[in-house]
């Protein structure tokens, strides 16, 4: 073990005990052929750290108790599509695969763009529940989303008191967004018709079977699982010979973006077969604001600006976002929050 300090110190910091040795972005599908428009971003570190970039209105990102303000430049080592990952374009087998991949990971952080819980408004309950509530569904995800918006509507007409804390107060509208993309600013409310069937697929098929995994911790749902508690230091089992082998977050390239002051918007061409100038420079962009963070070969760099429909930049951002928001997050005021552990936290 190397020390932490300039007096040669040996015990690692909370901070150092919750970093993991590699980062996944997921740009998540929930199509049918998922397999196309999915992509996964692995990233490792790099063994000499260099100084972090500051981010606007954000504290600095420190890793140990007495280390200067230093974050090690993450390496992108492989940027595939799901479907050539998984051999199949066909969302059950892309679902399939992505979960026991995850599964498979050691001392890993994966940040996913897909919503991982939904609004405590609608009175579904914890988050397992959620998870039973989703997987209880006979059908699709439009459908699911709808009965979703009939759910809300039911609890706007019936005028809730909100005396039970557990589930709130009723929201004045039909498209309830969590506190967390309040917060963060993501494009939708989680059951929105254009991000249902992320949401619908991403919990049923890829979570689900996460959360019964006891080496993968889920968060902010599964605090227990990293003893994220006030009897114990801060992560005192994560990646340190404990059961803890893997943590799966919420990710939102788009609300990285924002965070990062990079552009957000009119970057993304799906149904192009080339990208348009425009979206080609703020590409650019991005990737100039990248390179302080990750180091991008010639090829992957290639792939990120041909890409049409940005969801190989996106999933870069996802990994990026997740561990800048892992490392910056306060994991036991979030574990002890009266919405993140059932709705969710965007990690970005």
């Known amino acids: 073990m190397k020390p932490d300090n300039e007096n040669g110190n040996t015990e690692s910091s909370a901070e150092e005990r919750l970093r993991p040795q590699s ?65 199949s374009d066909e969302r059950e087998q892309v679902c399939a695969w992505l979960s026991g991949r995850i599964v498979e990971s050691e001392k890993a952080l994966w940040g996913m763009d897909f919503p ?12 397992r529940d959620q998870l039973r509530h989703v997987a209880a569904h006979e059908g699709d995800a439009k459908s699911y989303g709808r ?17 039970d804390e557990s589930i709130g107060k009723v929201s004045p509208t039909k498209h309830i967004r969590r506190q967390t993309d309040r917060e963060t600013q993501t494009p939708f409310d989680c059951y929105h018709y254009r991000i249902i069937y992320q949401t619908f697929h991403g919990m049923r098929d890829v979570l689900q079977p996460l959360a019964a995994n006891p080496s993968t911790a889920v968060m902010p749902f599964q605090c227990a699982k990293m003893r994220l508690d006030t009897r114990r230091p801060l992560g005192e089992t994560a990646w340190a010979d404990g059961p803890i082998s893997r943590v799966v977050v919420e990710a939102c390239p788009s609300s990285t973006l924002k965070r990062m002051g990079w552009p957000h918007q009119q970057y993304k061409q799906p149904d192009a ?76």
């Open 23 to 87: 980062v996944f972005g997921v740009d998540f599908s929930g199509a049918a052929q998922s397999g196309k428009n999915a992509w996964l971003a692995e990233l490792e570190f790099s063994d000499r750290p260099s100084p972090a970039k500051h981010v606007p209105g954000q504290e600095p990102l420190r890793w140990g108790r007495n280390q200067p303000q230093q974050l090690p430049p993450l390496t992108l080592v492989n940027l595939q599509s799901l479907g050539t990952l998984a051999e």
């Open 116 to 127: 991982f819980g939904l609004p405590i408004e609608l009175g579904l309950g914890n988050w």
């Open 147 to 163: 009965s979703l918006v009939e759910l809300a509507e039911s609890r706007l007409a019936a005028g809730s008191s909100g005396t």
């Open 273 to 348: 077969k080339e990208v348009d100038s425009a979206r080609l420079k703020n590409r650019q962009n991005i990737l100039l604001g990248l390179k302080d963070w990750v180091r991008i070969s010639l090829q992957h760099r290639a792939v990120m600006l041909q890409n049409p429909g940005g969801d190989a930049l996106d999933a870069v951002l996802a990994g990026l976002g997740a561990w800048l928001g892992w490392q910056r997050a306060d994991h036991k005021a979030i574990c002890a929050h009266k919405r993140y552990p059932s709705e969710g936290f965007v990690y970005c």
